[in-house]
Nanobody, 129 residues
Framework: QVQLVESGGGSVQAGGSLRLSCSTS????????VGWFRQVPGKEREGVAV????????YYAGSVKGRFTVSRDDAKNTVYLQMNSLKPEDSAKYYC??????????????????????WGQGTQVTVSS
């Protein structure tokens, strides 16, 4: 049984940093996608940063490029999202996701949430101005 558990969310002032962690268990697909999405009430869930596990290729939303970094530690079965220079518009519930088996690498981001099979429960990030 695959489980994804996020941690590290919280409240921070604009300009601050947070690091989210996603501990995975039972997930062993070598050619697939893992990463982070976010959602605010009334809006669709959007991709933030993802990794294609086979190549390590990383893809970012334009709004976070240069500020956020996605990484993974295979020994710990954990995916991270380092968020720097946070802005109020980054406030959202952040979700860890895994899946996309059988898709090409670029689909990890362009395919959107629909290609992901497994989701964590989410962790709230609130950035105040």
């Amino acid at each position: 049984q695959v489980q994804l558990v996020e941690s590290g969310g919280g409240s921070v002032q604009a300009g601050g940093s947070l690091r989210l962690s996603c501990s995975t268990s039972g997930y062993t697909y070598s050619s697939s996608c893992v990463g982070w999405f976010r959602q605010v009430p009334g809006k669709e869930r959007e991709g933030v940063a993802v990794i294609y596990t086979r190549s390590g290729g990383r893809y970012y939303a334009g709004s976070v490029k240069g500020r956020f970094t996605v990484s993974r530690d295979d020994a710990k079965n954990t995916v991270y999202l380092q968020m720097n220079s946070l802005k109020p518009e980054d406030s959202a519930k952040y979700y860890c996701a895994a899946g996309g088996m059988g898709y090409v690498e670029s689909a990890c981001f362009s395919g959107g949430p629909r290609i992901y099979n497994y989701w964590g429960q989410g962790t709230q990030v609130t950035v105040s101005s």
